[in-house]
């Protein structure tokens, strides 16, 4: 599937900080609609930062974030919020309340941000998590299934919406490589269905490579991005040996 040509993200030299403490700076990248645009670097460079000033949770120091044209830090709380709206965040443990079913865990937003009755939210909810695989298991609790389901159940709850966005933040750790490569097709599955724009914050080779059409390569070190493009294409083209390494793990292009 082809980006369309317009962004839909645009982050315009952005410097992130926790209080005093400078994590990164002069960040600048678009995102178009439709890709699967990747996060990476090593541990520590920032990534997660990154996806806190995209979803609204850290404001950046100095810089912009643009969706569709309108500046998210510098709008007031009501577009904020309506800006929002249109997320689906899968967070890095899932992130789902222990005390409730699956099937209550996703109706949750339902219940906040929607008008249907009782009968359709349960209705929908049981849908979406037939979507990823985990139909039937709406009575069941997160402590009774396994993590990779816990991720499952997790994006049904990102998706329930039907957001134009979603982000995920670490979605393979923790995760065997069925688990991990199955959460892949999803992502995959997802941005066909929904026609979404997909942000992905990983370390994860296999799925760097499987998903991503786009990506930003972030250097702890130096405190910012140190590349830009599709992985696949900094793997052929890249000349920094940082990114070279991250990308082959030391080994040459090739060689397992």
Known sequence: MKSALYPVIEAHNLDLSYGDYPVLRNLSFSISKGDIF???GGSGCGKSTILKALIGLLEP???DVLYNGRNFWKADDMEQHNIMRRFGVLYQGGALWSSLTLGENI??????YSKLSVTEIREMAELKLSLVGLGGYADFYPSEISGGMRKRAGLARAIVLDPDIIFFDEPSAGLDPISAKMLD?????LRDTFTATIVVVTHELASIFAVGTNSVFLDGESKT???AGPPKDLLAHSKDPRVIQFLTRGKKPGVK
């Open 61 to 63: 120091v100095k810089g």
């Open 107 to 112: 109706a949750l937003p339902l219940r906040l």
């Open 38 to 40: 990747i996060v990476m």
């Open 185 to 189: 097709d999803l992502i995959l599955q």
């Open 225 to 227: 991005m140190i590349a």
